[in-house]
């Protein structure tokens, strides 16, 4: 069985950091495009960052860039995502994601695992 399982999140105040972690079970995740959405209350979920099987090409949205940063660790089967200069705009239920493909991909719908997510809450 298939699980990716976030962790990482909690309550913080704005100008903080998380870093979140995503860890793959049951199968390894080679050459899959890895990446991270997020859902706010009443919204839809959104794109936040993609990264390659290499992790040599990153994509982020604009909302976050500069800000965020995703890495993998392919040995521990891991994703992870540093988000620095926290804003109450971030509050959201944080998702990793994995798609069966190498290419890019920022839709939701385009991804084939999906974790349970985690709640980060940023205050003002």
């Known amino acids: 069985q298939v699980q990716l399982v976030e962790s990482g999140g909690g309550l913080v105040q704005a100008g903080d950091s998380l870093r979140l972690s995503c860890a793959a079970s049951?199968?390894?995740?080679?050459?899959?495009?890895r990446g991270w959405f997020r859902q706010a209350p009443g919204k839809e979920r959104e794109f936040v960052a993609a990264i390659t099987w290499s992790g040599s090409s990153t994509y982020y949205a604009d909302s976050v860039k500069g800000r965020f940063t995703i890495s993998r660790d392919n040995a521990e089967n891991t994703v992870y995502l540093q988000m620095n200069s926290l804003i109450p705009e971030d509050t959201a239920v944080y998702y990793c994601?994995?798609?069966?493909?190498?290419?890019?991909?920022?839709?939701?719908?385009?991804?084939?695992?999906w974790g349970q997510g985690t709640q980060v809450t940023v205050s003002s």
């Open positions: 049951g199968r390894t995740f080679n050459g899959y495009y």
């Open positions: 994601a994995a798609r069966r493909s190498s290419r890019y991909a920022d839709r939701s719908n385009e991804y084939d695992y």
